[in-house]
């Protein structure tokens, strides 16, 4: 039985989304790994969106909170507001009350990924906050450390990322995923997805 990776994510202007879509790759690179991409709810109406002038969202399906359930491991993903998650992503999260309950997500491994406006945007206060989301579901937080190599002490080109997790810096909204984030992106999704077998098949 192949083991399910889930990239769950929430992207307004596609920076988060290009991530994700690399961090599957970097899962279904993985042999004997499922690798899907999720999107939580939007929490804006139609109007706010495009006084905001957000693009519209992808064909990735949405999912509800008790389809996490199915998974064994899970790489989530969001922009940053002001050195937090998104208030979409933290909703759906909000939502997870009776999987917390059961813990039928305690034991999964989960790391997470993100995209700030700026390099102080909050790039790892993001990733350490969201963890208490992790913790309280018994979930093991899966860092990528510093097994990018050297691609971690990137110095003449900015680069977004830490050993918390891959990630990209938006600017204005112009700047897009350089390919040095990108490569982050999907080793991060190779890497958890090495895990996730390893701790399915020590415990089929």
Request: net charge neutral; aromatic share 10%.
């Amino acid at each position: 039985m192949a083991t399910k990776v889930y990239i769950v994510y929430y992207s307004m202007y596609g920076h988060v989304e290009k991530l994700a879509e690399e961090i599957k790759k970097g899962a279904a690179s993985v042999e004997g790994v499922e690798a899907t991409l999720w999107q939580v709810p939007e929490t804006l109406q139609d109007e706010v969106l495009g006084k905001m002038s957000a693009p519209p969202k992808s064909d990735a399906p949405i999912i509800t909170p008790n389809e996490l359930a199915d998974a064994d491991g899970f790489v989530f993903g969001f922009p940053t507001r002001f050195g937090m998650m998104a208030a979409q992503f933290k909703a759906f999260l909000d939502a997870t009350g009776g999987l917390w309950r059961t813990q039928q997500l305690a034991g999964k491994p989960a790391g997470i990924f993100y995209s700030t406006g700026s390099q102080g945007g909050g790039q790892e206060t993001t990733a350490l906050t969201a963890i208490t989301q992790l913790v309280h579901h018994g979930m093991i937080f899966v860092p990528i450390g510093y097994t990018f190599g050297a691609g971690m002490f990137e110095m003449e080109n900015i680069k977004g990322g830490s050993p918390y997790g891959a990630g990209t810096f938006a600017g204005d909204g112009s700047r897009q995923p350089t390919k040095l984030e990108l490569e982050q992106a999907f080793h991060q999704g190779k890497y958890i997805a090495t895990i996730t077998k390893k701790l399915k098949g020590a415990t089929a």
